[in-house]
């Protein structure tokens, strides 16, 4: 059985503070792994994708995420906040075309 | 150009009426889905498509049918629309002969059932 667990639902930062949303999955098989974002009354869009090539993956506006398989975890992470960062958050895994959410993470970044 | 798209953007309707949502994507993927997120932000897959066959139907009232003329659009039509259904319903689309694809989503359709 394959599911994603994100273990925040909330997160809250300081503009210029790093940024640590969590996230495990449990899956059978070697998964793709996925971060989406999602502005407020936007659509999602991917920030970066691990597809069993280096484990350490840089996605889009500073965004990068480290695949550990001996802990199941697809950490994403960035040095610095920004104000334009606060979104919804979901990490996604794909086994065989079948995409699994999860229940997102919400950051909320302070002046 | 945009890749994946939505319409209506919004929809306000009354509770028993039957309304469509359609999208369209210019990608040339061969999958397509349809999800529904609610008020939570959870989003539950509804249904997938692969080259016009459906492939997944998770668990959805068959007040819900989908309908895909072609590869490049998959349209949502819901009967006897209830309050519950009130949600923002996204399509996506991916290329399933890829190995490690991801998907593409629309900008969504907000659904208002009152």
């Known amino acids: 059985a394959q599911s994603v667990t994100q273990l925040d639902s909330h997160v809250s930062v300081s503009e210029g503070t790093p940024v640590l949303l969590r996230c495990n999955y449990s899956?059978?098989?070697?998964?793709?792994l996925f971060w989406y974002v999602q502005h407020p009354n936007k659509g999602l869009q991917l920030l970066l994708k691990?597809?069993?090539?280096?484990?350490l993956v840089k996605g889009i506006n500073g965004f990068e995420a480290e695949f550990k398989k001996s802990e199941t975890s697809f950490h994403l992470t960035k040095p610095s906040a920004h104000m334009s960062d606060a979104a919804e958050y979901f990490c996604?895994?794909?086994?065989?075309?079948?995409?699994?959410f999860g229940s997102g993470t919400k950051l909320n970044v302070k002046p | 150009d945009t890749a994946v798209s939505q319409t209506p953007k919004y929809l306000v309707t009354q509770m028993g009426n039957d309304k469509s949502i359609k999208c369209e994507q210019n990608?040339?993927?061969?999958?397509m889905y349809w999800y529904k997120q609610d008020s939570k932000k959870f989003l539950k897959i509804m249904f997938s498509y692969n080259n016009k066959e459906l492939i997944i139907n998770e668990t959805v009232p068959n007040r819900f049918s989908p309908k895909s003329p072609d590869k490049a659009h998959l349209n949502l039509h819901i009967n006897s629309l209830e309050l519950g259904d009130s949600a923002v319903y996204f399509c996506?689309?991916?290329?399933?002969?890829?190995?490690?694809?991801?998907?593409?989503f629309g900008p969504g359709t907000r659904l208002t059932v009152l």
């Open positions: 996604v895994v794909n086994n065989f075309n079948k995409f699994y």
């Open positions: 996506a689309s991916s290329q399933t002969s890829l190995s490690y694809n991801e998907q593409f």
């Open positions: 691990y597809t069993s090539a280096a484990t």
């Open positions: 899956s059978s098989y070697s998964p793709s």
């Open positions: 990608l040339g993927h061969d999958t």
